[in-house]
């Protein structure tokens, strides 16, 4: 039986060797850790499930500094900033690679800030400003996916996107209906995970189902995650198959054409005798493809930055700093900081 120093060897080898990027991988991953939690803290275990028999796949990590004490809106400012500038640097270097997007806790507001877009008041009043997120339907929103959020300080209840059983729950902070509607509208590719007894997304009252969903959940995002790379693969090869047809059928019509019209063209020729020259009629098709824009890549980050410090079990909550986009009274961030605190504390034990 191996010894959890062992298997703890094991867990960070894992993580450290997905971790190193030096080329454009079929699938690239990236992480927007719970606060103060290392790189890429309890989220590596999630992707080394999901890059685990797949040939071509690596992750990196959204940099932002979330600890303890630095204040919960800068933190959430930088990692939303950060992680559309990362998303849309890798995105430009590898066009053709597909992305998923991660976020655990705080970590969850930030990728769905990058999603649906953020701002508001939130803990202690602080304020993160207007931020707008990725559109599905242009790059580079329109390579991601799949999107995944676990304890998320936002949820918000009875969304399409919710998953588990905190599903009818408002977290501390829900979300406006515009930011709603910009998250729905990448359907099938987002996720937002939460369990009914979560203190930060549901406001239950067992801190443990906000620490533990990548060592009970892991499994089967995993596979949800496989799956939608998969079916991306293969809308991918049926679009591709639609338009080689129809450009294979416009060309057949333009021969059968340009035939037939030679025909007439020598029938017309051999009746008219007393004509020098019979004037041709030809038509010609023209097509023109779509080039797809390249940018240089402005702002990128070696997943590598994480190694000897990533470990599964390593971290602290992503709840350490919970947000108020509803006027949050002082009575409540003050019990709110009560239980920050308390969970920390759990973490560091």
């Known amino acids: 039986m191996h010894s959890s120093t062992t298997l703890l ?20 991953i990236f992480l927007a850790k719970g606060n103060n939690e290392p790189y890429p803290g309890r989220q590596g275990k999630l992707a080394g499930a999901i890059c685990s ?18 204040p ?37 507001q930030v990728v769905g800030d990058i999603l649906g877009g953020g701002g508001g008041v939130f803990f202690q009043n602080c304020v993160e400003p207007d931020l707008q997120g990725l559109n599905p339907k242009t790059l580079p929103g ?12 936002r949820h918000t209840k009875d969304q399409p996107f919710n ?26 590719v987002f996720r937002n995970y939460c369990v009914e007894t979560d203190p930060i997304c549901a406001q239950g009252d067992e801190v443990e189902t906000h ?11 995993a596979e949800w995650v ?22 294979s059928t416009a060309k057949s019509t333009a021969k059968e054409t340009s035939t037939k019209d030679a025909e007439t063209e020598s029938t017309t020729e051999a009746a008219s005798t007393t004509k020098d020259a019979s004037k041709d009629s030809t038509t010609k098709d023209t097509a023109t493809a779509a080039a797809s824009t390249t940018a240089d890549s402005s702002s990128t980050t070696d997943a590598s930055s994480a190694e000897g410090r990533a470990t599964a079990g390593e971290a602290s909550s992503g ?13 409540k961030g003050a019990s709110l900081m009560g239980m920050i605190i308390g969970v920390a504390a759990l973490l560091a034990i």
């Open 319 to 331: 709840a350490a700093a919970p947000s108020s986009t509803d006027n949050a009274a002082t009575s």
């Open 211 to 221: 620490l533990n969903y990548f060592d009970v959940f892991t499994d089967d995002v």
């Open 9 to 28: 060897l094991l867990a960070t080898a894992t993580v450290n060797a997905i971790g190193k990027r030096d080329d454009c991988k079929d699938v690239h």
């Open 72 to 108: 919960f809106c800068d933190s959430v400012t930088e990692g939303v900033k950060n992680g559309i500038k990362q998303i849309t640097a890798y995105n430009k270097k590898c066009p053709d690679s597909k992305l998923v997007v991660s976020g655990y806790s705080q970590g969850g």
């Open 226 to 247: 496989k799956e939608r790379i998969g079916e991306d693969a293969t809308t991918t090869t049926a679009a591709t198959k639609t338009s080689t047809k129809a450009k």
């Open 142 to 153: 329109s390579k991601i996916v799949a999107a995944m959020v676990f304890g998320d300080t």
């Open 163 to 188: 998953v588990l059983s905190g599903a009818g729950k408002n977290g501390l902070f829900p979300r406006p209906a515009g930011m709603l509607q910009n998250l729905a509208s990448y359907g099938d």
């Open 53 to 70: 028999g797949l040939k071509s796949c690596d992750y990196e990590d959204i940099q932002f500094q979330n600890a303890l004490e630095d």
